[in-house]
């Protein structure tokens, strides 16, 4: 089974802090993307990347930034945490453009104070 | 007009029931539409998927697509507690990376 491991649940930061959201999966996937989940608005694209270093912005990218170095390996990070970047963020990742098949993190909630 | 429109619940139905989960959208070159499954403190799973008008059934699930309408739906036939959960479509243009999700409808089946 296609597993995509989040390194926090839980997450508890200060408003300024630079926060690093890791996402690792085991497939060989070549797509990754960065969600955020709230009440009411639903799912929303951060950002996505289609290859190693490559990177392309979702629907709403302000605030945010990422990193791609390692197939396996997509990082979300706040630069600056701001109290309405409170959410749950899900990493997912996809074998190929075209495949509809996403797979999911379990998400991690994070709470700017 | 937002690009899916779904309606968000809470749904509550007796097990055993039909349910019935609904999304409209608004672009017509939107051509994959998939229902995802998302279980408390989990993220989502794919439970159906269909590029087409027309049904496509998966056990107790039939996903169905009106293209005319713009319109998508999702039955559960002799729903299960097990059922419980957030229902999501998602809807994808051709040539696109991104996925467009509706905000989800809640489903509870008491038992």
């Known amino acids: 089974d296609v597993k995509v491991t989040q390194s926090s649940r839980y997450l508890v930061k200060r408003t300024g802090e630079k926060v690093f959201l890791e996402c690792v999966q085991d497939?060989?996937?070549?797509?990754m993307f960065w969600y955020r989940q709230d009440p009411g608005l639903g799912l929303r694209l951060i950002y996505f990347s289609y290859d190693v270093k490559m990177k392309e912005k979702g629907d709403i990218p302000e605030g945010y930034s990422v990193s791609r170095e390692k197939k396996e390996r997509f990082s979300l990070i706040l630069e600056s945490a701001s109290t309405n970047q409170t959410s749950m963020y899900l990493c997912?990742?996809?074998?190929?453009?075209?495949?509809?098949?996403?797979?999911f993190g379990s998400g991690t909630q994070l709470s700017v104070l | 007009q937002k690009e899916v429109e779904q309606d968000p619940g809470p749904l509550s139905v007796p097990e055993g029931a039909i349910v019935s989960l609904n999304c409209t959208y608004s672009?017509?070159?939107?051509?994959?539409f998939m229902w995802y499954r998302q279980y408390s403190r989990k993220g989502p799973e794919l439970l159906m998927y269909t590029y087409s008008s027309g049904n496509k059934e998966d056990g107790r699930f039939t996903a169905q697509v009106d293209k005319s309408s713009k319109y998508i739906s999702l039955f559960i036939r002799d729903s299960q507690p097990s059922d419980s959960a957030t229902y999501l479509c998602?809807?994808?243009?051709?040539?696109?990376?991104?996925?467009?999700f509706g905000k989800g409808t809640k489903l509870s089946v008491i038992p």
């Open positions: 497939m060989d996937h070549e797509n």
């Open positions: 672009n017509s070159a939107f051509q994959y």
């Open positions: 997912a990742s996809s074998f190929v453009r075209g495949n509809e098949k996403l797979f």
């Open positions: 998602a809807i994808r243009g051709a040539g696109s990376y991104q996925l467009t």
